[in-house]
């Protein structure tokens, strides 16, 4: 049996709110705010596939694990976010830069496995210069400030990072329950990749230089 860890917990606690709020909302209107995305649930089936997905037990599982998942399940486009910057700003999906690719990043800021990868990018950030990095959580801006504070990120220019706060666009776009997911994106805005999240901090960076 698959011991629950603290974080595995909140997790579990943040999807059944959201499982909440959805259910609430059903039998109106189903898109959400502005920018018109429709509900985008996946079944029983592709939710046990993307909860199973947790860190590899040994070197050898790792060793066979693929370097990304299957994304033909995912709509291909930039989701509509609307996220609140650590400088106070607000930034949404129409204010990237169309000329660079696009690193999204979903993490939460009290997560062990998010923490051990935004530690090993930030190492590496110089060389994703012609990359734009979006780091987006639902968490607090205070614990999103924090979180920035020890890794100084947002002093490199072609990185942002900020909260969606409660409004679970980016997250019911992937219906995330598994941090942090990493997806890549071509010029065009267009989904090229998701990497694995079972692989190992530095393996997940290397996959992003490789580019």
Not at 3 to 17: D, G, N, R, S
Not at 44 to 71: F, G, M, N, V, Y
Not at 198 to 211: H, I, M, S
Request: proline share 5%.
């Amino acid at each position: 049996m698959a011991i629950l860890t603290p974080c595995k917990l909140k997790i579990i606690a943040w999807v059944l709110l959201v499982s909440i709020f959805s259910a609430c909302a059903e039998g109106g209107n189903r898109q959400v705010g502005e920018a018109g995305i429709k509900d985008n649930s996946v079944d029983a089936a592709q939710l046990d596939s993307l909860s199973s997905r947790t860190t590899p037990d040994s070197a050898e599982d790792e060793a066979h694990e693929l370097d990304t998942i299957d994304i033909s399940q995912y709509r291909k486009e930039v989701p509509p976010f609307k996220i609140r910057l650590v400088d106070g700003k607000g930034y949404t999906y129409k204010e990237l830069d169309k000329t660079k690719p696009l690193i999204l990043i979903y993490f939460q800021p009290d997560c062990p496995e998010c923490q051990a990868f935004t530690a090993a990018l930030s190492k590496r950030l110089d060389q994703l210069q012609r990359q734009q990095i979006l780091m987006i959580t639902f968490e607090d801006m205070h614990a999103v400030k924090a979180f920035d504070g020890t890794y100084k990120l947002s002093g490199h220019p072609n990185l942002k990072i900020g909260s969606e706060g409660y409004t679970f666009i980016v997250q019911k776009y992937y219906q995330i329950e598994h941090f942090p997911i990493v997806a890549c994106f071509d010029s065009t805005g267009t989904l090229q990749r998701i990497l694995n999240p079972r692989l190992a901090p530095e393996k997940l960076v290397d996959l992003l230089l490789a580019r």
